[in-house]
């Protein structure tokens, strides 16, 4: 066995987006199309010799035989060892808690996310780094200078290994310890979380319904909930991980989710629902006949998580990324902890969460997390919730209704404009950008334009700045409109438009959100001219 050096030549658009690089996979089956990247990888972080890694995916097509390239990298590149997940197979909250766990010096985890997996379909790669958490900027804009100007790289001519058979082994002289994908996970969120209690809810008749959309959690849900808490067999639905998720699009929102929100929205609803994607990061949560939104949820959390036993001490702060309402900031603001806006991608809460300055973390797009790894995580989510609910002993609606009682309401809603040519997405959004600094006073909707601007960022620990993070419109009412472009899409371009209204109550807390919202919907088609640019006049995808 002999490590192999490769002539390569660079690889134009291998360009890290919000969450690694995602393409079509029959692009990253393509010659040298995965090598490169993970040896720019490699060079990035300074070499792998000597360094120890944790490797693992959501299992979707094409995880298992790029596992075996990256090994084969590691190891022609002097790694000293690697920790891959039973099949390839990680969670990326599973992936963030064993980089951490072990000590390593980092984790390369396999997975496009809530993009749908298959031949035709997606495949991700992405970098996290010691502490567990993805690769920030500085890091992915020096992995791709390096795909721009590779030469070479390095491989062994070493067999495939068996990645079935949990234990040690070796390739080519570097350690390989295969672990159970699911145990440690468990445990840690057995130290979390009151087990007992939440058992004892299931064992008093508390139903549920988890869908794993045919994606990673299946294993982690059905361990944790069906085994370990006691909930009834079948809780877990669509729960083994198949490599193009059965065909369905792994993103927990009521769109893609529909079969469990028709469930959870029929006569014969379980008390509790909840989803999750292809990486099991994100979660979408729904009571009997009520819908819990995400930037809702996160406050909510954020206002209860001291009833479970891990956050007892209460939280030292909350951060979401801008899109995301301000719902938690007004939880915050009663507990009197920190508040942070970061802009969008779970990378930006990793210094916050490294210096201990916020506890909890949130983003609308479905994704919760907290200090206990660097990664958004949809179990956890769903296990904070089952154990606020078996403390309050209230229905998700009941909570729902007084916390709004008690906070005011954000209204809020996410519209999509998928598959855009970009070039016309570029149009509007210049155009947008270019329509701000006359904003001000502006009229539209009965609503006034306090102000506008492109969201930059300066990160409170280390002082780096990220600027042009999403155009934001506020009004003096206090409704807002916020624009970017996705950075996770493999197709033209997805015009995101975040829309939000805040309502004081105690009146008007229980609308419909869009009707709640339409003025301010009207309004950012206006502001922004979205169907002159795009010719688009209703979103695909509302959350
Ligand atoms: C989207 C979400 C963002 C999330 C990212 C990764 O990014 O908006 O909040 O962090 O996906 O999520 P974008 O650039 O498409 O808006 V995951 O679960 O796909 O890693
Ligand atoms: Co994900």
């Given at each position: 066995m002999t490590a192999l050096t490769i002539a390569t030549q660079p690889i134009a658009g291998q360009k890290p987006g919000t969450s690694g690089l995602r393409k079509k996979t029959p692009v990253f089956m393509g010659p040298h199309y995965l090598q490169n990247f993970v040896q720019a990888i490699f060079d990035a972080i300074g070499g792998a010799a000597g360094k120890t890694f944790v490797l693992g995916g959501d299992g979707r097509y094409f995880n298992d035989s790029a596992a075996q390239i990256i090994l084969k990298m590691a190891a022609a590149n002097g790694a000293a060892k690697v920790i891959v997940g039973q099949h390839a197979v990680l969670s990326t909250p599973a992936a963030s808690h064993l980089i951490r766990l072990n000590k390593t010096d980092g984790g390369i985890i396999m997975s496009a996310s809530h993009n749908p997996g298959g031949p035709e379909e997606d495949f991700g790669v992405k970098f996290n780094m010691p502490n567990g958490g993805p690769a920030p900027e500085a890091v992915t804009e020096a992995m791709y200078q390096r795909t721009t100007e590779i030469t070479e790289y390095r491989i062994s001519d070493a067999p495939d290994i068996d990645l079935g058979r949990v234990g040690a082994t070796t390739l080519d002289g570097m350690a390989v310890e295969v672990v159970d994908s699911v145990t440690d996970y468990a445990a840690l969120m057995e130290t979390l979380f009151d087990f007992p209690a939440i058992r004892a809810m299931f064992a008093g008749g508390f139903t549920m319904r988890f869908d794993a959309m045919c994606a990673v959690t299946g294993p982690y849900a059905t361990e944790i909930l069906e085994n370990r808490l006691g909930a009834a067999k079948?809780?877990?639905?669509?729960?083994?991980?198949?490599?193009?998720?059965?065909?369905?699009?792994?993103?927990?929102?009521?769109?893609?989710?529909?079969?469990?929100?028709?469930?959870?929205?029929?006569?014969?609803?379980?008390?509790?629902?909840?989803?999750?994607?292809?990486?099991?990061?994100?979660?979408?949560?729904v009571g009997r006949g009520v819908y819990v939104s995400p930037s809702d949820s996160l406050a909510v959390l954020a206002a209860n998580a001291h009833l479970a036993p891990g956050y007892a001490r209460g939280l030292a702060g909350v951060a979401r990324s801008m899109p995301t309402s301000a719902a938690a900031d007004r939880v915050a603001d009663a507990l009197g902890i920190g508040k942070f806006e970061t802009p969008t991608g779970w990378k930006f809460f990793g210094n916050l969460l490294d210096a201990g300055r916020a506890t909890l973390c949130g983003e609308e797009s479905f994704g919760t997390g907290s200090d206990h790894?660097?990664?958004?995580?949809?179990?956890?989510?769903?296990?904070?919730?089952?154990?606020?609910?078996?403390?309050?002993?209230?229905?998700?609606?009941?909570?729902?209704?007084?916390?709004?009682?008690?906070?005011?309401?954000?209204?809020?809603?996410?519209?999509?404009?998928?598959?855009?040519?970009?070039?016309?997405?570029?149009?509007?959004?210049?155009?947008?950008?270019?329509?701000?600094?006359?904003?001000?006073?502006?009229?539209?909707?009965?609503?006034?334009?306090?102000?506008?601007?492109?969201?930059?960022?300066?990160?409170?620990?280390?002082?780096?700045?990220?600027?042009?993070?999403?155009?934001?419109?506020?009004?003096?009412?206090?409704?807002?409109?916020?624009?970017r472009l996705s950075g996770t899409g493999t197709e033209g371009a997805t015009l995101r438009v975040y829309l939000e209204r805040?309502?004081?109550?105690?009146?008007?807390?229980?609308?419909?959100?869009?009707?709640?919202?339409?003025?301010?919907?009207?309004?950012a088609h206006q502001l922004a001219r979205i169907g002159e640019f795009t010719g688009r006049t209703e979103p695909n995808v509302i959350t």
């Open positions: 079948g809780t877990v639905t669509h729960g083994t991980p198949l490599p193009d998720f059965g065909g369905m699009h792994p993103d927990p929102n009521p769109t893609w989710a529909h079969e469990l929100m028709d469930e959870m929205m029929g006569p014969n609803a379980p008390d509790f629902g909840a989803a999750s994607d292809g990486d099991g990061d994100r979660n979408m949560v790894v660097r990664e958004k995580d949809g179990l956890w989510a769903v296990l904070l919730w089952l154990n606020i609910l078996a403390v309050r002993q209230q229905s998700v609606a009941a909570i729902m209704a007084e916390h709004f009682a008690r906070f005011g309401r954000n209204y809020y809603s996410r519209h999509d404009f998928e598959a855009i040519a970009t070039d016309k997405a570029d149009a509007m959004m210049a155009a947008l950008r270019a329509s701000l600094p006359d904003l001000a006073g502006h009229e539209v909707e009965g609503m006034t334009v306090q102000g506008a601007d492109d969201f930059a960022y300066t990160d409170p620990v280390d002082g780096s700045v990220s600027a042009k993070q999403g155009v934001r419109i506020l009004f003096t009412d206090g409704s807002r409109i916020v624009m805040f309502t004081p109550g105690p009146d008007g807390l229980d609308h419909d959100p869009q009707e709640a919202l339409a003025p301010v919907i009207r309004a």
